[in-house]
């Protein structure tokens, strides 16, 4: 049976993708050079969708990786030189400041138990903190931090560099790339890619602070630095050779992504948000995980369970779907459920219908 997936990644792959796989494979994308004008289109035409959808200006290049968490890396390595500071509510947060004391650099934290989330006022950013390093959605605990929260953490702290891992939120957080320095997400989550591309946003106070710590002998890596990625950007190439296909895939969701248009994805992820916190709240099986309103992700919803949530995953396997388990040690008590725009209002009721009857 063909089932429907509410994992928050890889996830359930958006509609579209079956046709653009196909003219790909007619157009023999899979064999074409990463230095011919044909990948250089595809390379421009993947920019200006995702400009177009995420606003995101000419002072920021848009760069492929691996996949997020490598450019958790990437930006450790090129744009802070001793010290950065961390907000940590979850497993990732917490990898991304691992990364960090991995390559050596001396980490800031103020740390937050599981399930709860940050709020702009009772940040205390440390002074000789290079660049603030903050998870829009935490995908293990099913927090997110404001937008407007982000954006006036930047503008009180406007000499330092704001990093936002977007990860298993983009397209939805409506950030202000006039005001953030460098942004990432991996394509596996919302975009409903297969998972094999890491897209990396980086505006020039990053690229600035990249070739001074590389002009003072500062080891900013070889795979992948920004000055190099910056200066092959400028003609739609990449240093090394790259997913092409899916940075074909990418742009064409984009595209797809930009007819319906963003505010009206937006609009719809709100909508299938509130009806699924308005079940998980109401029913008695069921009730959320994160107390504050404000606080709860819109993309990632994670509910606690009365029954063992294995359980309740395999009465919705029965059904065809496919939700995600507790992250941890909350593996057996509680559920995610990915809300990304693969899956429509009606797929939403349906997984809704089949919990509450489990
Ligand atoms: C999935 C995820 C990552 C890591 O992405 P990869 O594609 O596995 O590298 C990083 N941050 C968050 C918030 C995520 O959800």
Redesign the pocket.
Known sequence: MKQTYFT??PAELYPTIYQHLQTAMDEQIGSISHRSAKFRSLYQFCVEQLRQLLTIPESHGIYFT???????ERIMLNCVEHESFHLIN?S??K??CEYATAVHKYTHKQEKPFGEGFDYGEVQVPEYAELIAV??????SGVQMRTVDIHKLKRSNSKKLIAV?????APFPDLDFSLIDTA??????AFGMP?GL?VWIAGDKCLEKAELLKHGDQHIGAHHNLPTLWKNFQNYETPATPNVLFIYLLGKIAQDFNRIGIETIRKETEEKARMLYKFIESHPEFSPFVKEERHRSRT?VVANTQKPSADVISKAKEAGLVVGSGYGQFKETQIRIANFPATNTEQISQLIDVLGRV
């Open positions: 928050a990644g691996g996949s997020a968490s490598e450019v958790w979850g990732f947060s990898k991304f998870t829009h959605n935490e995908t293990s891992d977007m990860v298993s939120s990432f997400f991996s394509v596996q989550k998972a890491g990632v």
